[in-house]
């Protein structure tokens, strides 16, 4: 008699589902992906910035009575733009996030999220982010990520066949999930390294990040 197969990560793609369901309570709160922290850090000025000078110009122009004049009118749209911007990067940052549920792993994405059972869990490290970026990979390092490089980052490994791999990819991008890892920049990698591999089947509590380790149980 065969082995039976593999859990196989829950997937969901539909941005309208309900995030929090009476079935599916958090452990522990979630922790953000840095990389969505990161760009909203560096885009929020550029976004401010707009408002502001749609602000003052639109205020500057209706005291000179000079605003409706087309050429002058394009200061109005500044301030949509830059609250559109700024509210784009927002709702980026929020759907950013690592949270394990009872259930599993839950990495949600901007537009889609995965759930991924623990059984569907080998192991799981901290080590710096840089180490997810080598040889071929260096090119996907984007000039707002090279901040994050040498921080602490959770590394998951995972169980699955081909197929299964590639639909986690497909959903978290590229720079997430690669091979049979995911790479995920946190702001408390260790924490969330420990709650992870208490609630693996094999009881592995693997976390290479930190000082502290749990003793194995006789």
Same mark, same amino acid.
């Given at each position: 008699?065969?082995?039976?197969?593999?859990?196989?990560?829950?997937?969901?793609?539909?941005?309208?589902?309900?995030?929090?369901?009476?079935?599916?309570?958090? =452990?522990?709160?979630?922790?953000?992906?840095?990389?969505?922290?990161?760009?909203?850090?560096?885009?929020?000025?550029?976004?401010?910035?707009?408002?502001?000078?749609?602000?003052?110009?639109?205020?500057?122009?209706?005291?000179?009575?000079?605003?409706?004049?087309?050429?002058?009118?394009?200061?109005?749209?500044?301030?949509?733009?830059?609250?559109?911007?700024?509210?784009?990067?927002?709702?980026?940052?929020?759907?950013?996030? =690592?949270?394990?549920?009872?259930?599993?792993?839950?990495?949600?994405?901007?537009?889609?999220?995965?759930?991924?059972?623990?059984?569907?869990?080998?192991?799981?490290?901290?080590?710096?982010?840089?180490?997810?970026?080598?040889?071929?990979?260096?090119?996907?390092?984007?000039?707002?990520?090279?901040?994050?490089?040498?921080?602490?980052?959770?590394?998951?490994?995972?169980?699955?066949?081909?197929?299964?791999?590639?639909?986690?990819?497909?959903?978290?991008?590229?720079?997430?999930?690669?091979?049979?890892?995911?790479?995920?920049?946190?702001?408390?990698?260790?924490?969330?390294?420990?709650?992870?591999?208490?609630?693996?089947?094999?009881?592995?509590?693997?976390?290479?990040?930190?000082?502290?380790?749990?003793?194995?149980?006789?």
């Amino acid at each position: 008699m065969g082995s039976p197969a593999a859990p196989q990560p829950i997937i969901n793609s539909d941005l309208s589902s309900t995030e929090t369901s009476t079935q599916t309570q958090p =452990a522990s709160p979630r922790q953000p992906i840095l990389y969505a922290d990161q760009l909203w850090r560096q885009q929020r000025f550029f976004a401010g910035f707009l408002v502001a000078v749609g602000v003052g110009m639109t205020g500057l122009l209706l005291y000179r009575g000079q605003l409706t004049t087309t050429a002058n009118m394009i200061w109005l749209l500044y301030i949509p733009s830059g609250l559109l911007l700024g509210g784009g990067f927002l709702f980026y940052k929020y759907r950013s996030f =690592a949270e394990p549920l009872d259930e599993g792993l839950k990495v949600s994405a901007l537009r889609s999220s995965v759930l991924i059972p623990y059984d569907s869990i080998r192991s799981v490290k901290v080590q710096p982010l840089s180490l997810a970026f080598l040889e071929k990979r260096k090119r996907m390092v984007a000039p707002m990520m090279k901040a994050l490089m040498d921080k602490p980052a959770l590394f998951v490994r995972l169980r699955g066949d081909e197929s299964e791999l590639a639909a986690i990819k497909k959903k978290l991008g590229g720079r997430v999930a690669y091979d049979d890892m995911i790479a995920l920049p946190l702001k408390d990698a260790d924490a969330l390294s420990w709650e992870i591999s208490s609630r693996l089947p094999d009881r592995l509590g693997q976390n290479q990040g930190g000082g502290r380790r749990r003793k194995r149980r006789r």
